[in-house]
């Protein structure tokens, strides 16, 4: 039997945790969680808000929501759930983890959770910093920079659920928010983070909530971290955590084994329903190392029977041989084209529900224990079909993507959960090789 969360702590007395954090997708929970460990924080992530106290010795919490694209009300809702169950573990100061491509749409589900959690907080200001410089996301100028090219450009106009077609961030969240949304640019971050905090001032005495922040790289991050110690709230993408254990450096446990994992053996198996730009580049190259299945949409629609269990015989017949990729994921025009026959949502939620069913027969019957997902609301299903409850964050595959295994599962799962757009084109390839 795998641990449980109740049964993480260590055998000292624990700690109450410093950072609270709530990440609106499970890649990008695990994303934070992985940066935290690398900035000297004891982390654990759990999935979903845990019915019961918090017993790991740790130093941040990350709850993975799977928020980033249901209704704004329930997003709030679940936000705020997570929020108060951190406040009871003693959490201090708290972070909205969301995707470093500003992942939304002009009904959310951003600004109203930022909202929803500023007001929770009493406070009237906080800052908002999607950039993350080690996967080509930058801000500059309040215009998202991904893969050094607008927002709009870069793919994500193209998202299944998410289409970004503006990279001006000050406008995108303001059409999110009743709050003001004003700028703090990056000729203010090169001059230190007394300079921000001066800056933060003159944007709350003009009367502005949230403010969004250039960071084109590291240490512009690492200013901006400074610049927020004192702010219960902080919104960004996993980029800010690079520079906030520094403000509780002394309080902080000890980290040499931080991203230790105990080895999980098993069959191996990769599961994609990620449309990104970077994920079918690794598709395209996985499947001229091991066999695949491709699992069509509007096939899944006209006979889910026949698709779900013709991809699970695929893989028996494979997996003692090594891993076996099967994914739903499709080009562009393709996702449009189911989108158009099926509905936007629906689509996705078919695929989503394959996905989990898979998942949850080829850990259950085919002894699969090795597990790579692409996608964010793909890992939110398949991690919900597992009876994943946390997990323990390992060594990074690439950045952003670590090893994790799980807690709560009957038995250790050795899980990598990939952010759509993270990842080289080796990526499924290599992660095996790097594994605990
Ligand atoms: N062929 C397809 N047709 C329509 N929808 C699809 C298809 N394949 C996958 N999808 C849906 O597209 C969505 C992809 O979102 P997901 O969050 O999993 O990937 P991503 O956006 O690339 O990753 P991330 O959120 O980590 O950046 C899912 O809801 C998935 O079910
Ligand atoms: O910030 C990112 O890009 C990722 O952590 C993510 O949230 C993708 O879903």
Known sequence: ??????????????????????????????????????????????????DIPLEADVDA??????????????????????????????????????????????????G????????????????????LPANRRSVFNGYLFANGVPLNESGMQDHPLTPMTDANLVRVL?????????????????????????R????????????ICDAIDNDDL???????RELPLVTAGSGLALGLPANVAERLGHTEDAARLDPVAGLEAVLSGSCSRATLAQ??????????????????????????????????????????????????EEVRLAQQRLGVQEAGELVEHAMAEIAAELVGRLGVRRLLVAGGETSGAVVGALGVQGLRIGESIDPGVPWTTTLGTDEPLALALKSGNFGATDFMTKAWKLMP
């Not at 933060?200 to 403010?211: T, Y």
């Open 174 to 198: 303001g059409a999110q928010t009743r709050h003001t949304v004003g700028l703090i640019d990056y000729t203010t971050l090169r001059q230190g983070d007394a300079a921000v905090s001066a």
């Open 1 to 50: 039997m795998a641990d449980s969360l109740s049964k993480t702590g260590e055998r000292r007395p624990r700690a109450r945790p410093i950072l609270g954090c709530i990440a609106d997708d499970f890649t990008g929970a695990t994303d934070l969680a992985s940066q935290l460990v690398g900035a000297g924080m004891r982390t654990l992530q759990t999935i979903g808000t845990p």
């Open 283 to 332: 598709i395209e190259h996985a499947r001229q190392h091991m066999p695949s299945v491709h699992l069509d949409a509007q096939a899944l629609a006209d006979d889910y029977r026949r698709v779900v269990d013709g991809a699970l015989e695929h893989a028996e017949a494979y997996l003692e041989a090594g891993p076996v990729l099967i994914y739903a994921s499709a080009s562009p």
């Open 61 to 110: 919490v990350v709850v993975a929501l799977k928020s980033r694209t249901i209704p704004a009300k329930d997003a709030i809702e679940q936000s705020i759930r997570a929020l108060d169950w951190l406040r009871e573990q003693g959490c201090e100061q708290f972070y909205f983890k969301y995707c470093s491509t500003f992942d939304s749409t002009p009904a959310g589900n951003i």
């Open 222 to 228: 690492l200013v901006l971290a400074r610049a927020c």
């Open 200 to 211: 933060i001032e003159a944007l709350r005495a003009e009367g502005v909530g949230i403010a």
């Open 112 to 131: 109203p959770v930022t909202e929803a959690l500023m007001e929770a907080l009493e406070t009237d200001f906080t800052v908002a910093c999607p950039a």
